[in-house]
T-cell receptor
Framework: GQQLNQSPQSMFIQEGEDVSMNCTSS?????WLWYKQDPGEGPVLLIA?????ELTSNGRLTAQFGITRKDSFLNISASIPSDVGIYFC????????????FGTGTKLQVIP | DADVTQTPRNRITKTGKRIMLECSQT?????MYWYRQDPGLGLRLIYY???????NKGEISDGYSVSRQAQAKFSLSLESAIPNQTALYFC???????????FGEGSRLTVL
């Protein structure tokens, strides 16, 4: 089956720093998504990408759909304490009968 | 009220017991999913359903079964729980054609 590998697995950063994380796949996806899980909660969608090469922003977050369709990255600018959580990438193949596969997650800790 | 509701939120049980985790959603979505979360392993897909008459195995379906009682309800059963099924379980719902999922708050299961 498809595997999504995220890196880094975890990171500690100072408040105000920029953050970058990425996700790679052994398979081609037609949709890439990024979710965030706050402690004690379920994941929540941050950004969805539907076209290779697409660059999309949501506030301080920016994500890109890799040209090869096998990777994606997420950047967070000027981190704040509430950015703490686990960030998951997810991919979906094209067609109406495709499941959503999640990555292993990147745990982010922000030091005030 | 939450769009995706899971019950119970926490459960401690013994090896060999039958356990059912229930999920209901109010978003009118046709697709529902069950994922399992373990530290460092991300979200792994157990079962998914694209409509009431459609049930599909995910990557880790052994030891689990599901029932889609209605469009809004999707339950996960462990027929004979074992300790390595101790994990955080998430139900999610979504619409056809996108990977955008809405998650419940999770059900933490401990098998002694």
């Amino acid at each position: 089956g498809q595997q999504l590998n995220q890196s880094p697995q975890s990171m500690f950063i100072q408040e105000g720093e920029d953050v970058s994380m990425n996700c790679t796949s052994s398979s081609i996806f037609n949709t890439w998504l990024w979710y965030k899980q706050d402690p004690g909660e379920g994941p929540v969608l941050l950004i969805a990408l539907y076209k290779a090469g697409e660059l999309t922003s949501n506030g301080r977050l920016t994500a890109q759909f890799g040209i090869t369709r096998k990777d994606s990255f997420l950047n967070i600018s000027a981190s704040i304490p509430s950015d703490v959580g686990i960030y998951f990438c997810a991919g979906q193949l094209s067609g109406g009968y495709q499941k959503v596969t999640f990555g292993t997650g990147t745990k982010l800790q922000v030091i005030p | 009220d939450a769009d995706v509701t899971q019950t119970p939120r926490n459960r401690i049980t013994k090896t060999g017991k039958r356990i059912m985790l229930e999920c209901s959603q109010t978003k009118g979505h046709d697709r529902m999913y069950w994922y399992r979360q373990d530290p460092g392993l991300g979200l792994r897909l157990i079962y998914y359903s694209f409509d009431v008459k459609d049930i599909n195995k995910g990557e880790i379906s052994d030891g689990y079964s599901v029932s889609r009682q209605a469009q809004a309800k999707f339950s996960l059963s462990l027929e004979s729980a074992i300790p390595n099924q101790t994990a955080l379980y998430f139900c999610a719902s979504g619409t056809s054609g996108t990977g955008e999922l809405f998650f419940g708050e999770g059900s933490r299961l401990t098998v002694l």
